[in-house]
């Protein structure tokens, strides 16, 4: 059974820093991806957006919107996916899930991901 959990979220000052970690167990798929993904204020009913993602090959991809703020990385003896966010903004406040899934299911949201149950941000003054 695949299982993930997150962490570390929690309320900052605009430009603050925060590291996001997902911990996962019970992926026996050594193809699948692993990403993160947001519902931020406002944003609720147009679903979760895209962050970045890991490749089975352990590339980074990111979201064009995301690039340049946000640092996806893994470690696999730990089995950990993280996601570190700077210079965070009040409209970067929301939940933040982590996922595993088939590339199609990560990339294009095309089948089923599995997801974990989110972690908060908040970002304000």
């Known amino acids: 059974q695949v299982k993930l959990v997150e962490s570390g979220g929690g309320s900052v000052q605009p430009g603050g820093s925060l590291r996001l970690s997902c911990a996962v167990s019970?992926?026996?798929?050594?193809?699948?991806?692993m990403g993160w993904f947001r519902e931020t204020s406002g944003k609720e009913g147009e679903g979760r957006e895209p962050i970045a993602y890991i490749e089975s090959s352990g590339v980074p991809k990111y979201a064009d919107a995301m690039k340049g703020r946000f640092i996806i990385s893994k470690d696999n003896v730990k089995n950990t996916l993280y996601l570190q966010m700077e210079n965070l903004q009040p409209e970067d406040t929301g939940m933040y899930y982590c996922a595993a899934g088939p590339r199609n299911a990560i990339v294009y949201g095309v089948g089923a991901r599995q997801w974990g149950l989110g972690t908060q941000v908040t970002v304000s003054t």
């Open positions: 019970g992926v026996t798929d050594s193809t699948w991806y």
